[in-house]
C-alpha cells in the first residue's frame, strides 16, 4: 500500500468516528478534510565537502614553512639540483604574522617545532631513509657517508640533503 492511501484511509476512519459522535453527514466532512495528499520521493542532495583544502596554491611567501609528510611519494631526487627533497611544503596559509599555519603553530608551541620539521631544514627523524635506500638502488644514484647531526644529535642523512647547508 502506497503512503498516500494509508493517509486517506486514516483521516477517512478518523472523519466516520467523529461524524458518528458528533452526527455530522458524512459527505460534508469528507468533501472539507480530505485532502489531496500527494507525496514526493526526497531528492538526495549531494553532501558539500566543508574541509575541502582551496584549489589554488598560495605562494610559497604566503604558505605555512613546516614539512608535510605523505610516505614513500614525499622523498624524492632532483637530478638537476643534485639534492634529495623530504616531504611537501605544507599548502595551508600563514597565520598572522607567523611563519607557521594554525595547526603547526600548535605544534611549535608545544613541541618547540612542527613534527616534521621546517621545509627549508633537514628532518628532524629518520623516517626518510627506508624510501631514500629504496630510491638510490633503483635508479643507482651515488650515496655519500658523511652524515650531518641536528641539535638534538640525530643523524640528518647525506650530504646530498641540502647544498644550502654548505654556503653557511
Not at 486514516?10 to 455530522?24: A, G, K, M, W, Y
Not at 605555512?64 to 605523505?70: E, N, Q, S, V
Request: glycine letters at 6%; a positive charge.
Amino acid at each position: 500500500m502506497l503512503l498516500e492511501e494509508i493517509l486517506k484511509q486514516d483521516i477517512f476512519q478518523l472523519l466516520q468516528h467523529v461524524s458518528t459522535i458528533f452526527n455530522i453527514p458524512l459527505n460534508l466532512l469528507l468533501k472539507r478534510y480530505i485532502p489531496n495528499v500527494k507525496v514526493y520521493k526526497k531528492i538526495k542532495r549531494k553532501r558539500t565537502n566543508y574541509g575541502k583544502k582551496p584549489s589554488f596554491k598560495f605562494p610559497n611567501k604566503y604558505r605555512c614553512i613546516a614539512r608535510c609528510w605523505g610516505g614513500k611519494e614525499s622523498v624524492k631526487y632532483n637530478v638537476k639540483e643534485k639534492r634529495w627533497v623530504y616531504g611537501t611544503q605544507c599548502k595551508i596559509h600563514k597565520y598572522g604574522t607567523t611563519n607557521y599555519c594554525l595547526t603547526h603553530l600548535k605544534q611549535v608551541k608545544k613541541k618547540g617545532m612542527p613534527e616534521h620539521g621546517d621545509f627549508d631544514k633537514p628532518p628532524p627523524h629518520n623516517h626518510y631513509i627506508k624510501y631514500k635506500n629504496k630510491i638510490e638502488k633503483r635508479f643507482k644514484i651515488k650515496q655519500t657517508n658523511n652524515y650531518r647531526h641536528c641539535k638534538n644529535g640525530r643523524s640528518m642523512g647525506t650530504t646530498l640533503l641540502h647544498n644550502k647547508l654548505d654556503d653557511e
